[in-house]
């Protein structure tokens, strides 16, 4: 299974940006999937997770400006980034765990997109 994150960029303070991850492979479904991010300098941490079934979970710094959404058709989950500050400037990883045929649970990171919120 492997995880194609896009949608990062440079934006300044105030605006929007919206993230997209997909997943993809064979003989595998979503358990849950979600974003995590690493400041400059700083270690990784949870940004919002939702699982197949819609629950959502976000960190306390994003909550009413952020919104994870999910496509169960597409294995698809999107970040909704809005009112975005400079401290939000990080690297943006797509994370999901997956249940695998004859695997059992596997968790899968992404190849992490760059969100830039300039002053």
């Known amino acids: 299974v492997q995880l194609q994150a896009c949608g990062g960029g440079l934006v300044q303070a105030g605006g929007s940006l919206r993230l997209s991850c997909a997943a993809s492979?064979?003989?595998?479904?979503?358990?849950?999937m979600g974003w995590y991010r690493q400041p400059p300098g700083k270690q990784r941490e949870l940004v919002a997770t939702?699982?197949?079934?819609?629950?959502?979970n976000y960190a306390d710094s994003v909550k009413g400006r952020f919104t994870i959404s999910g496509d169960n058709a597409k294995n698809t989950v999107y970040l909704q980034m809005n009112s975005l500050k400079p401290e939000d400037t990080a690297v943006y990883y797509c994370?999901?765990?997956?249940?695998?045929?004859?695997?059992?649970?596997?968790?899968?990171w992404g190849q992490g997109t760059e969100v830039t919120v300039s002053s």
């Open positions: 939702i699982t197949s079934g819609g629950s959502t």
């Open positions: 492979g064979s003989n595998f479904r979503i358990n849950n």
């Open positions: 994370n999901a765990i997956v249940v695998v045929h004859a695997e059992g649970y596997v968790e899968v």
